[in-house]
């Protein structure tokens, strides 16, 4: 080994640990803090952002029990109005744009380079950036709650309640600002999964071989993409209105309140589905390697996904149908929302049949996409229901809309999450987590998500709104919410659990190998932990399921630099081998950038000309971003 | 413990660069297109929202927009498109002489346009606070306005850049050949907007 130290790319005279150790040099970042600043490693920062939602989740989390304890009996005297007017805007708001989304998308930056097998995501940079930019809106926001400045016109701030009119002070301006930052974030990491996935992956891995996961991640960064822009548009106006005296949104210069709603909802309906579609997606790949076959109707599974993604932008009137819409606008909408439930029936009838036509292993992982099966069919079923006008309008802003939308959010997307953490907790961590503890942390959530929500139904139904902070005794209300407060305890006691487990295994946890679970994908194939470079040489695929395939030997390309990051291109639709493509090196540039945007968009909470005299740093920032730091090397010549 | 390999291919022959869409920046820059392009679209559709809620358009008192300064602006970003297919190809025939020569030609035409651009604020006889009408003409303004000193600065960086040694290496050529499909990106993003700021409001009133 020793006599061939230099070689520049690997292959047969470059192998092994004399190979690993080359590649480590190259792909590994400085130590310490600078480290973790400068770091582009898709991995670290997937697990930074992973870090980071689940302590959003958790304040969102305790927002809500605060709630449920004032809730738990009439006339309660806790808090008053504006205290719980905060506590579910941001509730709300942080679950969906600080948890829900980047987790989701998270959990896709760290898996799709391994799923395709790649070194790095494309465009790492802006990647690093992205998560920068999260970190900081979140901060900003609830840094603002606990100031007492905390938002308080609900997650959608609807005008003309979040207009200057009605909301004096800078509370709904936090808010709109906090979307800017979460949208700049989630866009880059939409456009950085597009490219990786469509031109970075393993050879032989033409679209129809991708994992469903990948497809279902691919079309959920289209719908950001589409999606995301409106909401930005909407609350740089809303910023506008509040700030510079423009009237978008105010009737009485001819501006529409109803324009804020259509903006925000052509985003907010996509938004449910970019959340539950890889829940979707988790699924799928948990179902096909605890059922140990392929997932039954992969076409019509992939359909299904691009299917829910395009109806999903053709829903947004449903939320409006109490605003006072055209006949015909009530007619195509309910028909809409009702035909979204058609693809989301067919995946779930090909994950049963999954499991039907294979041979289940109800651990941990199964236990939960069985436990979002049975609840997401509930939640589809009133969504079903709210589809009909008559009843939108009968039980519109009720309980019953706070017990569908949790039903589908928790059930469709946090429980597969959190049995994505369970299934790829080995690859994360290098061990697994404890199957008992497991098992007892899902019991315990899952019926006491049941004992929170269910009773929402009926107190929808009896007639009581959301967003109040209390209520008079002698409406019948009074046990049903006590039960469902004595349910979000508990079901934040099943939390805790699930982060015990979690801590508690990523210590002591029995020693995982590559594939603990003898699962087909190929993020099964390298080391657990992935080494900072991934693969040692680049798989080739043969089929959706290589790792079932040949569990001999996994057949790979060599040729790829060693002595400098880079990645292979593949051609879009075949995935042949097409170009070998420079891989960006760690940078401090993302976070000044970042640092430079925070610094615009907080002071453009108080003044418009930090927009003007704001964007020089941000320039700056982007200058020196691109601007390469070292000189032109040549290529060395092929051995 | 990993699975042990098997060699199939080798990619050492691989070329290092590639144009369009080989090059992932070309996908990278497609993902911006998409994202602007939805913005882009939907201030259309808050501005046909706008409109539908009016008696007239412009609505009373309010005169059209002065078009000189946005049809003289319109004529310069449109020929801008000559130096920048030259620089286009150019780039995609790595001639590092004339690509200098064309961007330095764009760039001047850019530094040209500010001015028709700047006097554009001036012709649209309408305040962004006098109503709905005057917010969103002056916001579709203002974001076009973004797009094109975005690329402008794009552009000039990219310039001085191909001055430097680092124009020796390929992917730069790589790079202002797709800063070269962003430009025509931004002047056909403007004729709708421009369309719509100076002609609609003549032709529905």
Redesign the interface.
Known sequence: MNALPDLP?D??QL?GPALEARLARTWSDAPGLWGFLTTVDHKRIARRYIVTALCFMALAGFSALWMRLQLAKPENSMMGPDRYNQLFTMHGTTMMFLFAVPVMEAVGVYLIPLMIGTRNL??PR?NAFSYWMYLAGGIMIWLAFFLNIGPDAGWFSYTPLSGPQFSPGKRVDIWAQMITFTEVAG?AV??VT??SI???RA?GMTLARMPIFVWTMLVTA?MI??S???V??ASG?LI??RL?????F?AA????PL?WQ??FW?FGHPEVYIIFLPGAAFVSEIVATFSRRPVFGYPAVVMSVVATALLAFGLWVHHMFATGLPRLGYAFYTAASMTVAIPSGIQIFCWIATMWDGRPRFQVPLLWVVGFIVTFVIGGLSGVMLASVPIDLQVHDTYFVVAHFHYVLIGGAVFPLLGAFTYWFPKFTGRMMDEGLGKIAFWTIFIAFQVTFFPMHFLGIMGMPRRVYTYPTGMGWDALNLLSTLGAFVLGAGFVLFLVNGIFSSRRGAIA??NPWDAAGLEW???SPPPQYNF???P?VFSRTP?WDN??????????RVDDREL??T??MEAK??????SAMPSPWPLWAALATTCLFVCSIFTPWAVVIGTLPV?AAL?GW???KT??KA?PV?E | MTLPVRFTGDLAELPTHAFGNRSLTWWGIIGFFMIEGTGFALAIGAYFFIMGGEQSWPPAPFSPPNAVAGTIFTILLLLSEIPNTLAKRAAERMDLKALQKYLLIVCAMCVLMLVPRALEFNSLNVSWDDNAYGSIVWTLLFLHVTHYLTDFADTAVLTALLFTNHSAEPRRFVDASENAMYWRFVWLCWLPIYLLIYWLPRWVS
């Open positions: 790319r292959g047969e192998q494309s465009f802006l866009l939409a456009t597009v490219a469509l031109k970075q050879p289209f993409i589409f995301l822009p409106s930005a548009l106006m506008c209105d510079i005296g423009t009237h978008f105010n210069e001819h501006g529409s324009l259509h903006l052509f190998g590559a194939a390298t080391a040692p040489h680049i080739v790792l569990r001999n030997h996994l057949p790979v390309m060599t040729g790829l292979l291109l051609t879009v081998p097409d170009v070998r493509d420079p320039a200058i691109f601007w390469p000189p032109p290529e092929i």
